[in-house]
């Protein structure tokens, strides 16, 4: 059983659809990480939430909009995504900025 | 940003045989983390090990961070050894401090 746990595990939507993925720590840890993993590339990282304020967005698109309403909790809310923006999301929490990262089952997406 | 190259890409044993995988970092660390990614896609933690050497059973790290390098050793392997194995440093410093890079990978298969 994972500390991280994110839901859902599958999506499928469509480019004019508006949905959320959600991530709950379970570990006390104050820092929290969005990555995003696409087929034939590495894993890259999107957002970075230390103490609940947005340390780093690694020029990720407008369609892509985090939220982090305490350090249990990150959202990454979805709309108007393009085909090319199926992957496999991945959460993961750290007790610390720069800590050993600890990662959730990931949110497999679907853009049709 | 910090660089983070994994060797060989590809790896197949018979159940039984001892491997090694290789990774290369182009820069100083204060994170180095090993992970195996299950079919599922969750990434499980195998060792945080920015330095020095770690035994966890079957497997052992060794970061020598001198030499910008680190080595995953698994013995014995067994069919559940197969999938990805991800290696992911980040910087001590600069701009790219607490990022974590991932490797492309080694995608281990283990015949029985």
């Known amino acids: 059983e994972t500390g991280v746990t994110q839901t859902p595990r599958h999506l499928v939507m469509g480019m004019t659809n508006k949905k ?5 720590q379970h570990l006390g840890h104050n820092a929290m990480y969005w990555y995003k993993q696409s087929a034939k590339k590495p894993l890259e990282l999107m957002f970075v ?20 309403p305490n350090s249990s909790h990150l959202f990454l809310h979805l709309h108007t995504l393009q085909p090319e923006d199926s992957a496999l999301y991945l ?21 049709l | 940003g910090i660089q983070v190259e994994q060797s060989p890409p590809d790896l197949i044993l018979q159940e039984g045989a001892n491997s090694t995988l290789r990774c290369n970092f182009s820069d ?11 079919p599922w896609g969750q990434l499980i933690n195998l060792f945080y090990i920015p330095s020095g050497t770690k035994q966890n059973g079957r ?30 440093a ?16 080694t995608i281990l298969t283990v015949h029985p």
């Open chain 2, 59 to 88: 497997l052992s790290a060794t970061t020598v961070a001198t030499e910008r390098y680190s080595l995953l050793y698994i013995s014995s392997s067994q069919t559940t050894d197969s999938g990805v194995y991800f290696c992911a």
């Open chain 1, 20 to 24: 959320s993925l959600k991530c709950e």
């Open chain 1, 91 to 111: 959460c993961a929490s750290s007790s610390r900025y720069a800590g050993e990262l600890f990662f959730g089952e990931g949110s497999r997406l679907t853009v």
């Open chain 1, 49 to 68: 939430y230390n103490f609940k304020e947005q340390t780093e967005n690694n020029s990720v698109p407008s369609r892509f909009s985090p939220e982090c």
């Open chain 2, 28 to 38: 100083s660390v204060n994170n180095l983390q090993w992970f195996h990614q299950n």
């Open chain 2, 90 to 105: 980040a910087n001590a410093g600069g701009t790219s401090y607490g990022k974590l890079t991932f490797g492309q990978g």
